[in-house]
């Protein structure tokens, strides 16, 4: 049987707990200040900042290590334009007919609807895609395990770096999202996982009033 190296833990940090409960403190503070927005300016953004992210992105733990994710980037004014084109067929069809009222309601606060400039007007769309199986070199296929839980998570690093790195973003789920495979050219094995718009906010960038839920109402300490 195969042997596997372990290596010893070199780049964990521990902290005084004093500088632990600042940096907990920080940290909250300043994803604190992160908000969705649909409002994006055209003001270009350098590969290289997207690329780091998505290095984050990269470094989510994940089952199995599989990594089971892929990250499209389009910056391309033609598939941008596409892909708002589609997506705006399904969220018009969305709005106006398979939505229930309860879901329209709940959405009314956050002011969403079928239009989607934001899709060609943002300099980024991220394009993530969660891998059923992984391919090898020699054509063979490797399971890959929790995939939700997986792409999600890294996603959610994905979202941080982006804040981190001073842009804005916002989740973007057409629904049905299957044209993206088609659209990107993306293998069978692959599901559109998420949209993440990837820009500087306009000028006139406007938020929805609402507030995230208290501490007591989100955790039990037991
Ligand atoms: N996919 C639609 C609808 C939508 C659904 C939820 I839940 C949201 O939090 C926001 C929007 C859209 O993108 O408009």
């Not at 399971?143 to 792409?151: A, G, K, M």
């Amino acid at each position: 049987m195969k042997e596997y190296k372990f290596l010893p833990l070199s780049t964990y940090q521990e902290y005084p707990p004093a500088e632990m409960k600042a940096r907990a403190k920080g940290f909250y503070a300043e994803m604190k200040r992160r908000r969705t927005i649909r409002e994006f300016s055209t003001k270009p953004v350098a590969r290289e900042i997207i690329e780091n992210c998505l290095m984050t992105a990269g470094t989510a733990p994940n089952g199995a290590n599989m990594q089971p994710w892929h990250f499209v980037v389009v910056s391309d004014a033609e598939i941008k334009r596409k892909i708002r084109v589609e997506a705006e067929i399904v969220e018009k069809d969305f709005y106006e007919n398979r939505a229930p009222d309860y879901w329209l309601e709940a959405l009314r606060p956050l002011g969403t609807d079928k239009d989607k400039p934001y899709l060609e007007e943002a300099p980024y769309l991220i394009v993530i895609f969660s891998q059923r199986y992984t391919l090898a070199e020699d054509g063979s296929k490797k399971h890959n395990y929790y995939l939700p839980e997986s792409v999600g998570i890294a996603t959610g690093f994905l979202i941080s770096a982006i804040h981190n790195a001073g842009l804005a973003c916002l989740t973007h789920t057409p629904s049905p999202m299957g044209f993206l495979r088609k659209v990107l050219d993306r293998p069978k094995y692959e599901t559109p996982f998420l949209v993440l718009v990837v820009g500087y906010p306009s000028e006139d960038a406007k938020v929805p009033d609402i507030s995230k839920k208290k501490l007591e109402e989100i955790a039990t300490f037991i």
